[in-house]
């Protein structure tokens, strides 16, 4: 039976084009584990699970998360 991960999502939203996503996986080294390209007005709905630790955000956006909202970029 395969176990079921609760983990913490996020929404992103682009603010601009070409805003770009990356998941960050766990253990011993630090490597990417998926990228993702967002064009203005997108909203990327995302999740930390058992590999992905970290998400990287270039690019203006606004990041929703049940911690509140940021706006990353300038």
Not at 24 to 51: A, I, N, P, S
Not at 63 to 73: A, D, H, L, N
């Amino acid at each position: 039976m395969e176990e079921i991960v609760q983990a913490d999502f996020m929404v992103v939203k682009a603010l601009e084009n070409g805003v770009t996503i990356i998941g960050l996986t766990r253990g011993k080294e630090t490597t990417v584990h998926h990228t993702e390209k967002l064009d203005e007005g997108e909203v990327w709905f995302c999740q930390f699970t058992e590999h992905v630790s970290a998400i990287k955000i270039r690019g203006k956006a606004e990041i929703f998360s049940r911690y509140g909202k940021v706006q990353s970029g300038k």
